[in-house]
Structures are given as C-alpha cells and as structure tokens.
C-alpha cells in the first residue's frame, strides 16, 4: 500500500490540472509506484505467490493505460515514459 504523502507527491507530479487523481498519466505513475513496492517486498520473501499474482495484474494494468495513451495521445505517453524513467519509476 502507498503512504498517503506518496500517493500525493504522485498525484502533484503527474496531475494535468488540480485535483486530478483519474487520469491515465496518474495512474500509470501511481501503478509504477506499487509495482516497485511489490517487487521489493517479493525480493525478500521469493515464495509469496499471491504477490507476485498481484504484481502481475499490477503490470497488466499499467500496460493497459500505456497501450491506451499511446493510441490516443503519442507526445503525452512518450513524455510520461521519460518522466517515469528519470524518476525511476519504470
């Protein structure tokens, strides 16, 4: 689970006006955020199963708003990747 003050530094980031906590570019970031979280904890404990289920859904979905984004507005998702990767979120 994201702390609260993550999830805003997030939404802050990655918001196209304010308050916006639905768009596609803040829920990849969010997503990115968890799925780091997973990993680390499945680094420790290798035989959790059921995280690593979750992990992969988490990844399925992010992949699903990418594929959306890039359908829908190429410079916003290539900004979003660059973003993401200077972060080191990706």
């Known amino acids: 689970m994201l702390k609260k003050q993550t999830k805003d530094k997030i939404v802050s980031q ?3 006006f304010q308050g916006d906590t639905g768009s596609s570019e803040v ?8 799925i780091r979280e997973v990993a680390e904890h499945l680094k420790q404990f290798p035989k959790d199963f059921h995280s690593r289920q979750g ?9 699903s708003f990418l594929n959306y984004l890039k359908k829908t507005n190429i410079p916003v998702h290539d900004k979003l990747l660059t973003s993401l990767k200077s972060e080191g979120l990706m």
């Open 27 to 34: 829920q990849v970031a969010i997503l990115s955020q968890r």
């Open 14 to 16: 990655f918001a196209r």
């Open 55 to 63: 992990l992969l859904k988490l990844v399925s979905d992010r992949r």
